[in-house]
Each structure stands twice: as C-alpha cells, then as structure tokens.
C-alpha cells in the first residue's frame, strides 16, 4: 500500500502564493502520474493539475493555467504545486493523487492523499 503525505496549506489574501508539497512513499511500484485534487464544500472533487512521473508532461485545469505549476522530485519522491495569484475560488481541500496517467478525473486515481485545506480571502 501507498502513502502520499500532504502538506504546505494554509490561508492567503487574493494575489497571494502558497506552495503544497505530497510525498510519496512505501509503494511498491511508481504510478505514471502524480497530480493534485480540490474539492469546495458542497462541489464535485476536480483534478487541478497532475505531472508524468516518467518525464515532464503535465496538465492543468483552465482555470488554474498560468497561476499554478506541478513540479517533481524523483529523487525525493515528491511532488509540488506552487500556486500563485490566488483567488477567493481557489479555496478548497485540495488532495494529492497518484494513478493512471493523466491522472484528471477520479476514476484514474488509486491513492489519495488525506488533503489540506487552503482558504484565500478577498
């Protein structure tokens, strides 16, 4: 069985950063795409950007291209979301994920992590 360690979240005013970070570890084998979830109170959770753990492709939301950036560390086994010029809607608990790649919807995932919340106030 798989761990993925959150942490990094917070609260921020509107234009501001926070960077999350997920470790990975005890898996038996690496999953082809790391990325990271949120879920607002009362929405469905969705996939906010993921990574290729085997290279450099990844995928953003719409809403978040521009703003946020996943990186990784292999060595590390860690994944990172930098996200900048945060927005009120931007408030959620937000998941690191580790599956199939892309890993963008749900149904691709196999571990969860146990998510930390980020609030942005306006």
């Known amino acids: 069985q798989g761990r993925l360690v959150e942490s990094g979240g917070g609260s921020v005013q509107a234009g501001g950063s926070l960077r999350l970070s997920c470790a990975a570890s005890?898996?038996?084998?690496?999953?082809?795409?790391m990325g990271w979830f949120r879920q607002a109170p009362g929405k469905e959770r969705e996939g906010v950007a993921g990574?290729?753990?085997?290279?450099?492709?990844?995928y953003y939301a719409e809403s978040v291209k521009g703003r946020f950036t996943i990186s990784q560390d292999n060595a590390k086994k860690t994944v990172y979301l930098q996200m900048n010029s945060l927005k009120p809607e931007d408030t959620a608990m937000y998941y690191c994920?580790?599956?199939?790649?892309?890993?963008?919807?749900?149904?691709?995932?196999?571990?969860w992590g146990q998510g930390t919340q980020v609030s942005v106030s306006s």
């Open positions: 990574i290729y753990t085997g290279g450099s492709i990844t």
């Open positions: 005890e898996y038996t084998y690496t999953p082809k795409c």
């Open positions: 994920a580790a599956g199939l790649w892309p890993c963008d919807s749900v149904h691709r995932v196999n571990y």
